[in-house]
C-alpha cells in the first residue's frame, strides 16, 4: 500500500514538465540572445568600425539557436542520433 503512495507522490505532474520546460526556454533564449548581443556590440567596436550589422547578425545567431534548443527540448524525437552497427 505504501509503494503505490510513493509512485503517485513521485509522480511529476505533467503541467510541471511542460513549466519546466518553458522556463529552459525562455532562460536560454534570454542568455543566447544577450551573449550575441554582447559578441555582436564587441566585434562592431573593435573590428568593424562600428557599424551595426555585426551587433544584428551576431544577436540573431543566438536567438536562433536558443530556439533550436527549444524546439529540442519540446520534441527530442528531432534530435539526429548517429546509429552504429556491430561489427560482426
Known amino acids: 500500500m505504501s ?3 510513493n509512485t503517485k507522490a513521485a509522480a511529476i505532474p505533467s503541467e510541471e ?3 519546466r520546460k518553458w522556463d529552459e ?5 534570454i542568455v543566447k540572445s544577450g551573449i550575441g ?3 555582436g556590440i564587441v566585434a562592431s567596436a573593435l573590428v568593424f568600425k562600428k557599424r551595426s550589422w ?4 551576431s544577436t540573431g ?3 536562433g ?5 527549444c524546439e529540442r527540448n519540446f520534441n527530442p524525437t528531432l534530435v539526429p542520433v548517429a546509429k552504429y552497427q556491430d561489427k560482426k
Open 3 to 5: 509503494s503505490t503512495n
Open 17 to 19: 514538465i511542460l513549466s
Open 25 to 29: 526556454c525562455l532562460s536560454n533564449v
Open 37 to 39: 548581443l554582447s559578441v
Open 54 to 57: 555585426p551587433i544584428s547578425v
Open 61 to 63: 545567431l543566438g536567438l
Open 65 to 69: 539557436y536558443a530556439l533550436s534548443q
